[in-house]
């Protein structure tokens, strides 16, 4: 796997057992010898520990007020970046002028800067958007010498707060700095599983140390990619080049709730970012098509890119899915979907698996409840 | 036992040939989630997809190694798909097969065989 980049922690993960995959442009642990579905459960009933060293970190440090700086990331977002309280992350998406979705990322007000996380595939490309439409308000300081960890789980607060007693204190979408061992940790309540947990980035050097100390509780085992996508996909979170891409808008996406009242019509800053015309527009008039989760009726699961079909016979497809898969904690195949707007849950569809059309059903989302610690 | 090049083992039972897959591609696979298995009379030929397994990494199929009829599937695998990861060459099996000629099965590889070809 020549000129696939990897983690602080790649020696870990082969002291582990892990089976590792490249994935964008990463050599990364898919899993480790507990299996994805094992994996899965655990990070649901106690804690996983994931590697996402491959995020990319970036610190927009204003030039001028914090202010000018906010105002000028809400230039490339359609949300209240400037609302957001010191202290406090929220989610977004970079948009292009068509409306569809560049990247999307987590932004954090943490008082004299906002720190971003964005997609290992995009980070090159968000980068450079950033320096290109930000350089005026604020430096664009793209870090390369710190590890991200997530530790997800209901048993990640008690096992964190044995390293770090303040984080017991977080709610969700608090940030924070914090001392362990003299250095500082970067810490977010948030994840991407639909669990409570965190997100912890920290100096390259400490990473082994760190994440070895919380491997050592019984709580914790490491997770790899492959029950991250089930975990986030029961959890129903978009997958950017799946759930989401350039041509799809946030709208479209179901990722309305993301916009803000203060940028949407008639808000104190409405429109004024990439494709306002067409997500304003989506927004009153609603989108054509829309994301849904599917759950297929049977036992076979759908995955990414089978065809819909609203008749067991005949007819055009009506849409597509763009994440599918097996469910291990509904213990079901589950899915997302792009399916005409409209469709109320419980709409009887068919997924083309094989060429046979099988029977799935409109389905909210998320498939698993959320446990978040608000 | 008998091993084929697409990871599957054919164990001769009076008359007819059981046929699984072996603990490597069970492996490889990871959990399996789902498996599809043909109907009891079906009559294939060698190479036909016979059996679908999902694993929670992607579709495969298993193959009919030889021309035969299947005579009889493992219901159990339906419910419990999990027992291909657990037991693939005991509770695991597929189907039974009845061929034309059993001789047919003197082309495949046998264990020693098997075990060179996945190192």
Redesign the interface.
């Known amino acids: 796997m020549a000129d696939l980049l990897r983690t602080g922690l790649y020696d870990l993960h082969l002291r582990l057992g892990a089976k590792m995959v490249p994935f964008a442009g990463y050599e990364m642990p898919v ?1 480790y010898p507990m ?4 994996e899965h459960l655990h990070t649901r009933a106690a804690a996983g520990l994931f590697d996402v060293g491959h995020m990319g970190q970036v610190i927009l440090r204003p030039k001028g007020s914090y202010e000018a700086a906010a105002l000028a990331l809400e230039a490339l977002v359609p949300v209240d970046v400037l609302g957001v309280k010191p202290g406090r992350q929220r989610y977004g998406m970079f948009t292009n002028p068509q409306g569809g979705i560049l990247d999307d990322l987590m932004f954090a007000n943490r008082t004299d800067h906002i720190f971003v996380v964005v997609n290992a595939g995009c980070k090159d490309a968000d980068v450079a958007h950033m320096r290109a439409h930000l350089s005026a308000a604020c430096a664009v300081e793209y870090i390369t010498d710190r590890a991200l960890l997530a530790l997800q789980g209901p048993a990640a607060e008690t096992a964190l707060a044995r390293l770090v007693p303040g984080v017991a204190a977080m709610r969700f979408m608090d940030v924070g700095v914090f001392g362990w061992q003299g250095v500082e940790l970067w810490v977010s309540r948030s994840g991407y599983t639909g669990e409570d947990g965190f997100e912890i980035s920290l100096p390259d050097a400490v990473a082994v140390t760190f994440a070895e100390a919380l491997l050592a509780m019984p709580e914790v085992a490491p997770v790899g990619l ?1 029950a991250r996508d ?1 975990l986030r996909l029961e959890a129903g979170l978009c997958l950017y080049g799946h759930d989401i891409d350039t041509a799809t808008s946030p709208v479209e996406a179901n990722l309305g709730w993301a916009i803000q009242k203060a940028r949407r019509a008639g808000g104190a800053r409405a429109g004024g970012f990439p494709g306002a015309e067409r997500i304003l527009c989506e927004l009153a008039e609603g989108p054509a098509r829309r994301r849904v989760g599917l759950a297929p009726e049977g ?3 759908m ?1 990414e890119g089978v065809e819909i079909y609203a008749a067991p016979e005949g007819g055009a497809p009506i849409g597509v899915i763009s994440s599918g ?2 469910g ?1 904690s509904v213990n079901a ?1 589950v899915a997302m979907a792009y399916l005409p707007a409209g469709l109320p849950e419980g709409t009887l569809v068919y997924g083309d698996v ?1 060429g046979k059309r099988l029977p799935a059903r409109i389905a909210p989302l998320p498939f698993q409840p959320t446990t978040f610690k608000r | 036992m008998k091993y084929t090049e697409e990871h599957e083992w054919l164990r001769i039972e009076g008359d007819l040939v059981v046929v699984g897959i072996t603990e490597h591609a069970a492996e490889a696979l990871g959990d399996v989630v789902f498996v599809e298995l043909p109907e009891p009379g079906t009559q294939v030929a060698k190479g036909d997809e016979v059996c679908v397994i999902e694993s929670v990494k992607a579709a495969s199929d298993i193959l009919a190694p030889l021309d035969g009829e299947i005579v009889e599937v493992n219901a159990a695998l339906a419910d419990t798909p999990g027992m291909v990861n657990d037991d693939p060459l005991g509770a695991a099996w597929f189907f039974k097969m009845k061929l034309a000629d059993l001789k047919a099965l003197d082309g495949f590889m046998d264990e020693a065989a098997y075990k060179e070809l996945i190192g």
């Open positions: 899993q299996g994805v579905l094992k492959g089930s036992r076979a699961p995955r898969g097996f291990p195949p094989r």
